[in-house]
């Protein structure tokens, strides 16, 4: 079961996790949303509605996260409102994080460990000359990735998910109707 979902804003991606996932939340990525808006408008403008992002990103409590979600609608809307329309429908996926804990949502905001993941294998195909020579070869090294990325996860796990196991807990027997969850 996965509660949680973070990916770029992909065409059609968000259909396959809600066909596929239909009780997961599907989070679209914070990072890339501010990139595209800072690569859209002025210095001024992305600053201003930076500003807006930032509170809803900090904000403590859902409803303070809708509120300030609405207040940089709003000022995009001022400044291009066929873009503001377009991040309205994709409201729920943008505020995905906003039912988790504020000690979480920090790790739940971006696509950059997926990223980490893609730059490695990059590498590697540079490494071997620019491409994978076989299917096997790719599988090798993706299983380098993602093992090397399990083993530091293992050897360091992320302090706030320990932290809020229980409410963590809480929020997949809600999804998924589960009564227990083994460790």
């Given at each position: ?86 991040y ?16 979480i ?55 706030a998910f ?22």
């Amino acid at each position: 079961k996965v509660s949680i979902f973070v990916s770029d804003d992909f065409s059609g991606l968000t259909d396959v996790v809600n066909q596929f996932f239909p009780y997961s939340d599907h989070r679209l990525c914070w990072t890339h949303m501010k990139r595209n808006l800072r690569r859209k408008f002025s210095k001024r403008e992305y600053s201003l509605l930076n500003k807006h992002l930032t509170f809803v990103k900090e904000s403590l409590t859902k409803d303070e996260a809708l509120g300030h979600w609405e207040n940089f609608l709003k000022e995009l809307s001022n400044l291009n409102p066929s873009l503001s329309k377009q991040y309205e429908k994709k409201s729920e996926n943008y505020l995905a994080f906003i039912d988790y804990q504020q000690e979480i949502r920090k790790h739940i905001y971006t696509s950059n460990v997926v990223e980490s993941v893609n730059a490695g294998l990059e590498m590697m195909r540079l490494e071997l000359g620019g491409y994978f020579p076989s299917m096997r070869t790719l599988e090798i090294n993706l299983f380098i990735q993602l093992s090397n990325l399990n083993d530091k996860w293992m050897r360091k796990p992320v302090a706030a998910f320990r932290a809020n196991l229980y409410e963590m807990r809480q929020i997949l027997n809600v999804k998924f109707g589960l009564e227990k969850f083994l460790d």
